[in-house]
């Protein structure tokens, strides 16, 4: 096994992660948004889901953000890093 093929493996684990976990807080974001609409009435369970919509947009920023780093970083070792595919 080679270097290359190395770096290869774990950007593809890498990619497949981060996709992951962008799915993750995709979900927790429509998590909040489903309590924020059904609990209209109650002002503490729509605090509460707000704090779910806030978290699953932060998790989404960060996931795209460390996912620009890997393919910045995959960039200086001459790897290209697309849009992590499923499968």
């Known amino acids: 096994m080679t270097f290359s093929s190395i770096v ?20 927790i974001f429509f998590y909040g948004l489903w309590g924020y609409v059904m609990n209209s009435g109650d002002e503490t369970k729509r605090k509460e889901s707000l704090q779910y919509i806030i978290y699953g947009v932060f998790g989404i920023f960060v996931m795209v953000a ?8 995959a960039g200086f070792i001459g790897e290209s890093v697309g849009v992590p595919q499923i499968g």
């Open 66 to 73: 460390v996912w620009g780093l890997v393919s910045l970083l």
């Open 8 to 27: 290869n493996n774990i950007i593809v684990f890498l990619g497949n992660l981060i996709l992951l976990i962008i799915a993750i807080a995709v979900l």
